[in-house]
């Protein structure tokens, strides 16, 4: 799977798709791949996947200080399968699982 920079001169957001997602095209083509973002200092801060322009896949957020901070499968602009976060000290305080079509089935809280 190829993985590029979100800063990368050849990928190019070419729209928003109709649930507001990005949509990128990477030396003229559907990009489909990982797309991460640093920020200022080159921290990691993202790691999305996409198939064919669109966002879809595992996607990852993180913490100023690198911790993960989500994670989730988004298909079709919804969670499915399970949505994680944790906060800055790396303990999971949030697990919900989806069905494939994005409906709830369960969620763990943990108010740390």
């Not at 949509?23 to 801060?45: A, C, H, K, R, V």
């Not at 790691?47 to 989500?70: C, P």
């Amino acid at each position: 799977m190829t993985t590029v920079n979100y800063n990368d001169a050849n990928l190019v957001m070419v729209g928003v798709d109709s649930g507001g997602s990005d949509m990128f095209e990477y030396n003229g083509q559907p990009f489909t791949g990982t797309i991460e973002e640093y920020d200022g200092s080159n921290n990691l801060i993202a790691e999305m996947e996409y198939v064919n322009g669109y966002v879809e896949g595992i996607q990852k957020f993180y913490h100023a200080n690198g911790q993960l901070e989500e994670e989730y499968r988004d298909l079709n602009n919804i969670a499915v399968d399970y949505y994680k976060y944790w906060n800055d000290q790396g303990y999971l305080i949030y697990h919900a699982t989806f069905d494939n079509k994005g409906s709830l089935i369960s969620t763990i809280v943990d108010n740390r």
